[in-house]
């Protein structure tokens, strides 16, 4: 067996150690903590400093800009971790895991300098601004647009759904540049300063309780310096594609981590709840289907270690059906054994005291975000199984 697969399955000691120091870590917060943070309408900028102070945050950033040199597999840790103790940070996937890891890949030696070392320390923040109102899930439609004007690029356009704007220092925007050969609209990666002249936020009103908002943002000719393009301006989709793969990985972890909060949260309920002359966990129809969510959970982690592995080994195309997987497998893992929780407390789970109820909101989240089930479907037919497109 390759050294690679071992790793994506038995973690190695020193993962094991950070998998216990950040579980400790996100234990002395918990969920009370989380919930107090949404009801005040704050930020979880406690625990956000004491995981950078800590290492967990820039644990995936080369060791050369004060990162810990690893990868996403201890990434995903981190955020497994504090999710599975009810104290998730989701700016983590968006911006040690997509903008830290593009700018380290692609990004020039000057934008290493100025925005690691701060990504690593929890010092800087980054948002990601790819979905747009018009195009969703086609990437092909975005209509955010970007033209040189002497020295400068001007950027055109709008996207929605992007998390934590109103904290981020700047926002990695995905725009469209036109190939001067082609004529044709390419993808390319601009950092965008949060106070930037034109740039605008509006933020969305969510069901969905967490610190981190949701923005639709508008590009009314924000004039950039040249080197705000992150990369090549020829190496768009590679380099897209090398910051939605660690999304998806951590976008697995999240779901993971959630689920397992919830799925003890159930378990805990079912050994000390007594009706009839035993726990209700005693009984089969109590007790089979939290079983399934565990060996469910379990299956997702398995999958969500293989991708971080393979993308950390420099795999990208193999990392992309993995992450993909993985995120699929999570998502449906999360859903369902919160589902389960909530039945298993009955009643109690839909009070604010057992705090499962607002998971069922939560848990929706990984199926549609970053990228919904069905297009991972269609991913898994088209690039794995080899079946013809419908569109």
Known sequence: MSTTM??????TE????????VAALGKRYGRDYFTGVVADGAHPDALWA???ELGYLGVSIPEEYGGGGGGIAELSIVLEELGAAGSPLLMMVVSPAICATVIARFGTDAQRRQWLPGLADGSLTMAFGITEPDAGSNSHRITTTARRDGDHWVLTGRKVFVSGVDIADATLIVGRTEDARTGSLKPCLFIVPREAPGFGRSRIDMELQA????FELVLDDVRLPADALVGDEDAGLLQLFAGLNPERIMTAAFAVG????ALGRAVTYAKERTVWKTPIGAHQAVAHPLAQAHIEIELARLMMRKAAA????GDDMGAGEAANMAKYAAAEAC????DQAVHTLGGNGLTREYGL???IVASRVARIAPVSREMILNFVSHQSLGLPKSY
């Open 6 to 11: 071992i790793s994506s399955v038995v973690e």
């Open 335 to 338: 859903v369902k054994t919160v």
């Open 14 to 21: 020193e993962q094991r150690a950070l998998r216990a120091a």
């Open 50 to 52: 004491e995981a950078a």
């Open 258 to 261: 959630m689920a397992r909060y």
């Open 211 to 214: 610190p981190e908002k949701q």
């Open 310 to 313: 393979l993308y950390d080994a």
């Open 357 to 359: 109820a607002q998971l």
